[in-house]
């Protein structure tokens, strides 16, 4: 689907698709692991005395309060915004949950396509596809891919920039 205005018209909206529903287990797991680390260290605290009362009991509520909504929302709102898009001109992609972040790379500057599974990733049957582009501000990474789907961006991207006379430059 080409866009006559270019890669910038493509910020005037979100990208067209989400990532798989899955990713939301991925990153719950995740945030769960960072939270009970986070609530054991401070429930250890609260337990040896070496905070003076009150502020040992509000350190281990603060804790606690971090790490539920750690786990319940953080990974619902990541879904939310998580989303990707490639057309024949850009790869367009917006992350985050508290800040926020859209990118446009242009096809042309594109350089290298990479797909990532580690071990939660390979166990949910998901990936993630990075983007290298020839650009200051860094890479493009859609994370919680169904496997299917990032073998087929990897490839998609593979054949839209061998076609494109630009050298990734």
């Not at 054991?40 to 605290?45: Q, S, V």
């Not at 990075?130 to 087929?152: C, N, Q, V, W, Y």
Request: aromatic residues 6%.
């Amino acid at each position: 689907m080409s866009h006559p205005d270019g890669p910038a018209a493509l910020l005037q909206r979100e990208p067209a698709h989400r990532v798989s529903p899955r990713a939301k287990v991925m990153w719950t797991i995740s945030e769960a692991i960072g939270g009970v680390i986070i609530a054991g260290l401070a429930f250890w605290l609260w337990t040896r005395d070496w905070i003076p009362a009150p502020w040992d009991t509000v350190l281990l509520v603060l804790a606690v309060v971090e790490a539920v909504v750690s786990i319940v929302v953080v990974p619902q709102w990541r879904f939310r915004v998580h989303r990707w898009e490639i057309t024949p001109e850009a790869v367009y992609t917006q992350h985050g949950w508290l800040s926020q972040e859209r990118r446009v790379a242009p096809i042309p500057r594109i350089q290298t396509v990479d797909t990532e599974r580690g071990p939660l990733a390979q166990l949910l049957r998901l990936s993630t596809v990075t983007i290298t582009t020839a650009s200051a501000k860094g890479e493009l990474r859609i994370a919680g891919l169904e496997r299917a789907d990032a073998d087929r961006i990897v490839a998609e991207l593979t054949t839209i920039a061998a076609a494109d006379d630009g050298d990734g430059t």
